[in-house]
């Protein structure tokens, strides 16, 4: 059984409170809040064992690299993946994102495939290389229903190369809040030997993601939006595609060896995508998170989360005219945010208030997906509260409530 009340108390920032009032934290799409069990993860490595990984023989770098590797494998098995070695430890899904584009020749010959409400980590390199004439770029449009036409995806993919493109897709908006058929999309893109690369930021969080059966080339995860640490992330690859592609960063433990003046031999992944020390607390309390989520259980956890979508879409539906929501109206194709506009009020002016009248956190603005924004004629930007596996009904309601004051002042 899920128990939210016992869920809260692994959260000590929620005991927080301003002006002898609780904080509603409402900005989990950005940056989800910590347990405890994470947080003494972090202390243990910095108090007990600090080390690095792979490199030196005594007692404390091999327990390092036991607990490192210890951690890939909670990653590898929770997105059922082949393999360990088919997670490398990255920043974020940006990095992870632009880690995976790699794979490309950039011989102005291959044409990426992507859609108009991704995120900016999915969207600025291709622009750039196609700027650049390095690749041919094809942007989807998506509507304000969060949709993009699959008939358009499957023309498009029709018209290149066998084997010559990627499809770059983002799993749940962190705007519209849709969720893609992935599998199905997989298939489309597989049929004509594309590679399929998935932008999970907002998913793996919230919901199961099993790699093998959704048949996914390249994912990226940061894992600071699924309580772990601040600055993890990861992206999973099919080994035999991760062995194709060069890294981002050059240097040590990237090397199997090197011969001057110019020999050199990669290690194989994920070590070859790994150069330099890593942040081997952050890895190993990424995996401290990963057991974390596992105790709770993700199935749990994505049907609490569509209680809280549910209430949120029908609180919010009864604002009427007064706003209106970007993407799908049907609360069960989407998660638990929303990205709401608030027609002539500008976003940011309402997210203030929210903090300093209320305590409650959110985010406005583009969202990092300022073409989408400006495509759909939304210049005041979106206020977005998103939600997670710690808010509670109760919170959505004074989220609501609060809007409806400050609507009715402002409006
Ligand atoms: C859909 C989506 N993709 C990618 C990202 C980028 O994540 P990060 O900043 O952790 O790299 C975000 C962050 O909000 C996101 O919502």
Redesign the pocket.
Known sequence: MFDINKVREDFPVLRETKDGKPIVYADS??MALKPQQVINTLVDYYTKFTACAGRSPHKFSRETTKKYEDAREKASTFINAKDPSEIVWTR???EALNLASGVLQLDGSETIICTSES?N??LVKWIFLANNNKIKLNILNTDKNGLFKLDQLIEVVESCKDGKFVVSL?HV??VTAAIIDVKEIAKIVHQREGIFLL?A??SFPHQPIDVKEMDIDFMGV?M??ACGPTGM?FLYGKYELLEKINPLIYGGEAIADLVLPKTIKFAPPPSRFEAGLQNYAGAIASGAAIDYLDSLGIDKIQSYETKLSNTLMKGLNEFGDQISIVGPKNPNKRVALAAIDLKEINSHEIAILMDDMYNIALRSGYH?THGFHHALGLEQGTLRPSWYLYNTIDEIDIFLEALRELLDTLG
Request: charged share 10%.
């Open positions: 799409a950005c974020n899904t940006t995120h980590s999915n983002t908006s962190n932008d930021a907002q940061s600071h939006k992330g990092c």
